[in-house]
């Protein structure tokens, strides 16, 4: 294995998890084919400065201890999401962070997504509650309080020359986002509200292009609905995203039938900020895993590495397969949060644990798993191509 590290950093990589997978020239090495090209090829990296900080530690195919970006970089990723908090009780994923994980990411050549949560803790469908320093503010004071977090991030981000190349305003924002002032039964402030950090990103970084995110991926009526609603409005944007868990929003080939009416129907691009599965489903700590034998079972891939990185692979294929070039690339939630005492999903709760360990990209020994060559495959190949031409 140590000769290994000799080989240049991808062909060591390629070697590596051929021999990982099943062994150079057998059949499960065939099993991770080259991906098709996209030009974003990501990684939401948010909770890699906290688990970095308990002490997790990451390894190459070889097995040799390695910074997480470093190893996420040589594989052929080429763009980090973070998201951002207003004030969380752990300190992590404040700006503070975020600048500081953007240094990282550029240094390694990687492009950003900044994700802005509006929350101290996480937001999603179910949940888009007010940071508390903005929770008593009348609608026009939250406003301009969602402008001015929006414009310091992304602001500070270019001053220190790691500018965001995409923005989310909101995370998963199907039902809107700061309720109830912006709640999908208030379209006309969820717009005010959209519109300001939309404004913001333009104020604060004129490059960075805005991103609006729903979950539920393969959910066609609820994706125009919701579209139709915005742009109605005069909500300004530059690329859908979308969430896709194969095991909760469905078969593939929803997702392709959505990607491909939405790119059209709106005339944008169209991204997975999303995506993941399971590569076991044994537990690496005391906290119950997200994804068990019955998500597998509806998710339709076996929970092992090889059924992971098909997952991912074939969700790969559903973006390139966008017409018009339309479908930007894929983002793997969080490849680096491995189990790590101390590390856990709240960040009230210093004893909670991590319910995702089995779906990283890393195993339970910290080694770099097949499904992270299927990810930067198709950023290397893109990159292979553009220097051919």
Known sequence: MRSWNRLPGRIAVAVALAVAVGGVG?????????????????ADVSQLAKNEAYGAVYRDVAGHPRDALEILAEAGVNYLRLKVWVD???GFSDKDHVLAMARRAK???MQLLIDFHYSDSWADPGKQIKPAAWAALPFDQLRQALYEHTFDVLASLRAQRTPA????????????LLWPDGRWDNWDGLADLLIAG?????DASPATRVVLHLAEGGDNAAHQWWFDNAVARGVPFDVIGVSHYVYWHGPLSSLQANLNDLAVRYDKDVLVVEAAYGFTTAENDGQENIFTAALAEAGGYPATPSGQAQALRDTMAVVAAVPGGRGLGVFYWEPTWTAVPGSGWDPEDPTSGNGWENQ?????????LPG?????????????RASAG
């Open 360 to 368: 990283a990209l890393f195993d339970y020994t910290g080694r770099a």
């Open 165 to 176: 190349d995409l923005a989310q305003i909101g995370n998963e924002i199907n039902g809107g």
């Open 372 to 384: 992270l060559w299927v990810l930067g495959e198709a950023g290397a190949a893109r990159s292979s």
């Open 198 to 202: 939309a404004s913001a990103v333009r």
């Open 26 to 42: 057998t059949p499960a090495a065939a099993a991770v084919p080259r991906s098709v090209p996209l030009a974003i090829c990501g």
């Open 88 to 90: 969380p009780a752990d």
């Open 107 to 109: 240094a390694e050549g």
